[in-house]
């Protein structure tokens, strides 16, 4: 915090912009009131197409199904809409993406209250729509890659894949389709979609279809020449249906932006942009095309105030665009962006409830290291805080030379936004994260966030299939149970002794790691098994081409075609402030103090602490994490380091190490919910602590510079990635210029000391309480969960509690 704001960035005139004009607000109003609808149109055609393709390779098989998407899917123009695209006819309606595993499709139709993203909104799912979803499930029931890689992992590791999902400890997430997060969307601007065309055209003229080292490629590059030239139909849909709105339209005004919507749409994305209203409309079209792939969510909008900027300063330079258009033109945006809905397998809506990951970067470094902040980073900001959506979660890349004023006006829009937003990432950390695993530094300045905090170099590296869930919290358990799981009896683990028999700390250690060792070993074989057939019978052509090397390379994401393999998703762990904090109790109380037994301990736990509150009280009181203790903290780093260390010891199926993600969505109260007591004094089936550097719902006691000092003791960065970390501060911390001045402070001290990232709920205690009691009266109450917001009313009541028990600090 040492630069003055540069002068490009009129901060006064930003701040007097109206972005919730009436257009914009209707539309707002319009996706509120707006039901989630489960519709069966996608799931139906890619039925049809996998009917008429019987025979032919998977890469021209996956971009038939998408050009058939492209020609028929339903598409829609709302009223007053000035950016277009849909994923239904419905404001808030989206297919399951069937193809990947029928399980989602069948769960849907045998349901009598059918949910689409998480567990309290219930979704309208017609007869109609139900009898085609079921028929859809049928044909792909066996067949579709998710079920065939789970079968086959139970086949040939000999495991209960079931089981070990319903423990809640294993799950390959085969049952939700993977997401194709990244895609070049600067790219597709200034080139156009025709621009990628003519570069697979040059890479097909260096192939010879005939050698079999060819083939596979010239497979897929055409197929790749499919999915663009379906996308520019596609948007040609969208001009010849506003052409046919405008000519009934009776209203000059509106009739003229329809003319104008066909002739972006006639335009872009075949075209490079000309102007930030096609830049924004090419993007959109991309965006949602690339949805409608794969049917998943995440798809990421990446550094946003980077690639249109260009677009933003010419037409403002030129007079062509006032900051008030532009502002009204980002919250047309803003809008689509929260309709974006995916349907979810219940697992998934457990684990990540509300959620879609439309990830969103801005600030940072330009590849010469020089500060990349621009008066859009600052537009986008004042958007976020006028909109008040959940979409798209936003990170401000923090650097030494990022101004004052510019963090000032980010501490005001999450004290405005309530519900942490923009979150606040360390730009230093990851980019030298990425320098660690070869990225040179120049890409390596242009990393971005995607899903719950993980960090990628930006459009050169994909997720080729969704990451395993491994959670050492249960693992935990498990080792205080001989490997048994309390919870169904079932013998999960390795048989790794009675606890009531253990005698120190160490044996309690050890039995806790080789049951980690087990599962992680289990998951990793399943991991390498999930993604070959996934590379088989699965393939995303457009998402793929896309992507940074996969038309070079003549290769989908599937099969290896970004530029960085060494960013796969690896595991996926949660729970490490339960597990720490139970080591520390035990240390303390068992094996130091000698105040209770190991068989009254177990005694206690297995009791769920009924008639046992006293001891639950002693345990409760032991040294916690997150309090700057020592004591506590030593144990919260050595399992998180001992495990992460465990994890590189294993190979992706690219051959490099394991990337561990302590990440967060809503996956602590998923683990919890399989999870009986513990000794840290937590009952049974009660979340566990949120995201990951996070202490324990009100155990952190010692004030706001005493968890940052918790938290940064040790480099948890090493080997992995996504150490999510929350904190909830008074809203009173940020109404006075002194205040802000502190709040930044802390993330400063935190960065400096090597944190990665952290994000804020200010909305206060006394609001959330009658958010939960009333909740009719704050339908628009926004509530940071982990790597996104959402509305509180939306969240189930186990997930509202948990957040609630989040200690609140004032800075």
């Known amino acids: 915090m040492v630069t003055a704001v540069s002068e490009k960035i009129n901060i006064d005139e930003i701040n007097k912009v109206n972005v919730l004009t009436d257009r914009v607000k209707k539309r707002k109003d319009e996706f509120l009131a707006a039901k989630e609808h489960i519709c069966a149109v996608r799931s139906r055609l890619v039925v049809e197409s996998w009917k008429e393709t019987e025979g032919e390779t998977i890469a021209i098989r996956r971009a038939k199904l998408f050009k058939k998407i492209m020609e028929e899917n339903d598409i829609a123009i709302r009223d007053g809409e000035l950016i277009v695209g849909s994923q239904s006819k419905y404001v808030r309606g989206a297919s399951p993406g069937v193809e990947y595993n029928s399980y989602v499709a069948f769960e849907i139709a045998a349901s009598e209250k059918p949910k689409a993203r998480g567990v309290v909104v219930e979704a309208i799912l017609s007869e109609e729509d139900r009898k085609l979803l079921a028929e859809a499930a049928e044909f792909w029931k066996g067949r579709a890659p998710g079920e065939v890689s789970r079968k086959r992992v139970q086949e040939i590791l000999g495991v209960d894949v079931d089981g070990l999902d319903e423990a809640h400890i294993v799950d390959w997430n085969t049952r939700f389709s993977p997401p194709a997060r990244k895609a070049d969307y600067e790219k597709v601007i200034n080139h156009g979609l025709n621009g990628i065309i003519k570069e697979i055209r040059e890479e097909l003229e260096k192939l010879d279809p005939s050698v079999w080292e060819d083939y596979p490629k010239w497979e897929f590059l055409n197929a790749g020449i499919t999915c663009c030239e379906a996308v520019i139909n ?291 074989k399943g991991y390498g098994i999930v993604n070959r057939i996934h590379s088989e019978l699965y393939c995303t052509p457009f998402a793929s081409v896309l992507l940074d090397d996969c038309i070079k390379k003549g290769k989908s994401i599937e099969n290896g075609g970004t530029r960085y393999l060494q960013f796969g998703p690896g595991w996926v762990d949660r729970g490490f402030q339960n597990i720490a904090d139970s080591l520390t109790a035990m240390k303390k109380l068992v094996f130091e103090e000698k105040k209770v037994s190991m068989s009254e301990l177990m005694d206690a736990i297995d009791a769920n602490f009924e008639g046992k509150e006293d001891l639950r009280q002693m345990l409760l009181a032991a040294p916690k994490y997150g309090n700057d203790d020592d004591y506590a903290d030593d144990a919260f780093n050595t399992v998180s380091m001992d495990i992460t260390r465990l994890g590189h010891e294993y190979k992706d199926p690219w051959g490099y190490p394991i990337t561990i993600s302590r990440n967060g969505a809503s996956g602590h109260w998923y683990v919890g919910m399989a999870t009986g007591a513990l000794p840290d004094g937590r009952k049974a089936w009660e979340a566990i602590g949120d995201a990951a550097l996070s202490p324990v719902q009100g155990m952190d006691v010692k004030g706001p510079t005493a968890v940052i000092l918790s938290a940064s003791k040790v480099y948890h960065q090493e080997y992995g990635f996504s150490t999510v970390f929350n904190m909830k501060v008074t809203p009173s911390t940020l109404r006075t210029r002194e205040g802000i001045r502190k709040f930044l402070a802390l993330i400063k001290t935190y960065f400096d000391r090597g944190g990665w990232h952290i994000q804020f709920n200010a909305m206060g205690q006394e609001v959330l309480l009658d958010a939960k009691k009333h909740p009719e009266k704050h339908k628009d109450l926004l509530v940071r969960v982990a790597g996104y917001s959402a509305y509180f009313v939306e969240l189930s009541e186990a997930v509202q509690d948990e957040i609630i028990a989040r200690t609140e600090h004032t800075v």
């Open 234 to 524: 596609y948007a040609k849909r969208y001009a010849k249906l506003a052409r046919e709105l405008a000519e009934k339209e009776s209203d000059e005004v509106r009739k003229r932006e329809l003319e104008e919507i066909a002739e972006r749409c006639e335009w872009v994305p075949a075209n490079p942009a000309r102007t930030f209203h096609e830049a924004l409309q090419s993007f959109w079209l991309i965006h949602v095309a690339r949805n409608l792939e794969t049917a998943a969510d995440g798809e990421v909008p990446g550094r946003m105030d980077q690639y249109l900027y260009p677009f933003y300063e010419k037409d403002i330079k030129e007079g062509r665009l006032t900051r008030q258009e532009a502002a009204e033109l980002l919250g047309c945006l803003w809008v689509k962006l929260n309709e974006m809905l995916s349907v979810k397998t219940l697992v998934f809506r457990q684990q990540h409830q509300a959620s879609h990951f439309q990830d969103t970067n801005i600030c940072g470094v330009k590849a010469d290291g020089t500060d990349a902040t621009n008066e859009l980073s600052v537009l986008i900001l004042e958007v976020v805080r006028q909109m008040k959506m959940p979409q798209p979660p936003i990170y401000l890349r923090y650097h030494k030379d990022i101004s004052d004023e510019v963090l000032i006006k980010a501490a005001e829009t999450n004290r405005d936004y309530g519900g942490g937003s923009p979150a606040f990432v360390n730009d230093t950390v990851g980019i030298l994260k990425l320098m660690d695993k070869g990225v040179p530094l120049a890409e390596a300045r242009d990393w971005i966030v995607t899903a719950c905090l993980a960090m990628d170099p930006n459009h050169a590296s994909a997720i080729p299939t969704s990451p395993v869930s491994f959670h050492s919290t249960k693992a935990f358990e498990l080792a205080l149970h001989n490997g048994v799981d309390p919870k169904t009896g079932k013998q999960l683990g390795p048989a790794t002794g009675d606890a009531r028999n253990f005698k120190s700390y160490d044996e309690v250690y050890d039995a806790f790691m080789k049951q980690v060792k087990y599962f992680s070993e289990i998951a990793n």
